[in-house]
T-cell receptor
Framework: GEDVEQSLFLSVREGDSSVINCTYT??????LYWYKQEPGAGLQLLTY?????DMKQDQRLTVLLNKKDKHLSLRIADTQTGDSAIYFC???????????FGTGTRLKVLA | DTAVSQTPKYLVTQMGNDKSIKCEQN?????MYWYKQDSKKFLKIMFS???????INETVPNRFSPKSPDKAHLNLHINSLELGDSAVYFC??????????????????FGPGTRLLVL
């Protein structure tokens, strides 16, 4: 089946690291994504990881993939107030056009 | 340079009306999508077109009809609007499936959203 789950809320202090978690159920996923949605805006692709990778780093962002547990995480180092947003994980399956989105995690960064 | 654009940005209308939302992408992509985001921010795919051909049609009332005049445009027409249609509608686009797999390009780009309020 297709199901992508995330915790709904996360609150961190400015300067700390944030870790946003996601679990998915479809083992045929090819790519896994992280999107950021700021208030009143569309979804902005932050990063993605191919399913044969364990880790991907891009500046302050680190994506970890545990394929055995079907667990994806996004770590934001030195979290800033501008990082406050909703973060969606998503998966796509090889050979399909379909993208399945998680429920979104609202990250609030406290000054 | 706007990659995926939608019009209008806001749409307020009465129940029972018919309205359209337009989407255009200038990325040269072959596949376009419509998503609905409800008040809880849950994002659900509604339709997808590849080269003007419907390829994904989720369980959506037939009052919703997508139309793709060419591969750069995917419009959404909604008949007999209902209160429950109030949501944010996002258009998105991505590269053709075969090219995505061959060229390892696997990204989906979103428009800014159309906020629909049905009174």
């Amino acid at each position: 089946g297709e199901d992508v789950e995330q915790s709904l809320f996360l609150s961190v202090r400015e300067g700390d690291s944030s870790v946003i978690n996601c679990t998915y159920t479809d083992s045929s996923s090819t790519y896994l994504y992280w999107y950021k949605q700021e208030p009143g805006a569309g979804l902005q692709l932050l990063t993605y990881i191919f399913s044969n990778m364990d880790m991907k780093q891009d500046q302050r962002l680190t994506v970890l993939l545990n394929k055995k547990d079907k667990h994806l995480s996004l770590r934001i180092a030195d979290t800033q107030t501008g990082d406050s947003a909703i973060y969606f994980c998503a998966e796509s399956m090889r050979g399909t056009y379909k993208y399945i989105f998680g429920t979104g995690t609202r990250l609030k960064v406290l000054a | 340079d706007t990659a995926v654009s939608q019009t209008p940005k806001y749409l307020v209308t009465q129940m029972g009306n018919d309205k359209s939302i337009k989407c255009e992408q200038n990325l040269g992509h072959d596949t376009m999508y419509w998503y609905k985001q409800d008040s809880k921010k849950f994002l659900k795919i509604m339709f997808s077109y590849n080269n003007k051909e419907l390829i994904i049609n989720e369980t959506v009332p037939n009052r919703f009809s997508p139309k793709s005049p060419d591969k750069a445009h995917l419009n959404l027409h909604i008949n007999s609007l209902e209160l429950g249609d109030s949501a944010v509608y996002f258009c998105a686009s991505s590269q053709d499936l075969i090219r995505r797999l061959a060229e390892s390009q696997e990204t989906q780009y979103f428009g800014p959203g159309t906020r629909l309020l049905v009174l």
